[in-house]
Nanobody, 124 residues
């Protein structure tokens, strides 16, 4: 599955950005979608994931209440709405898809396809 991510950029602390993750694959609706991020000098970390139907979501504690993941299966696209951004949210954000059984997964190894990453920079 080829994924295309977009929407990154430079924003001031407290601002918002919306990331998009799209594909031409018709099987998109049968996949869990996750967002991960990697800050400079740090390991990649799970951010959020959404189930196939969009009915179940999971967030890392540090973004709860600020980030929202949602998807439009008719458009084969998932989104990450990021509000109240903080400098510590600065990272390259990756979207990924998984076909594992279950509603969502935080395990990066369970994701078979990854997008190229989009840089989010939050200035203080």
């Amino acid at each position: 599955v080829q994924l295309q991510a977009s929407g990154g950029g430079l924003v001031q602390a407290g601002g918002s950005l919306r990331l998009s993750c799209g594909t031409s694959e018709r099987t998109f609706s049968g996949m869990i979608v996750g967002w991960f991020r990697q800050a400079p000098g740090k390991e990649r970390e799970f951010v959020t994931a959404i189930s196939r139907s969009g009915g179940t979501t999971d967030y890392v504690d540090s973004v709860k209440g600020r980030f929202t993941i949602f998807r439009d299966n008719a458009k084969n696209t998932a989104y990450l709405q990021m509000n109240s951004l903080k400098p510590e949210d600065t990272a390259v954000y990756y979207c990924a898809t998984s076909t594992v059984v279950g509603y969502t997964t935080r395990n990066g190894r369970s994701y078979e396809s990854w997008g190229p990453g989009t840089l989010v920079t939050v200035s203080s």
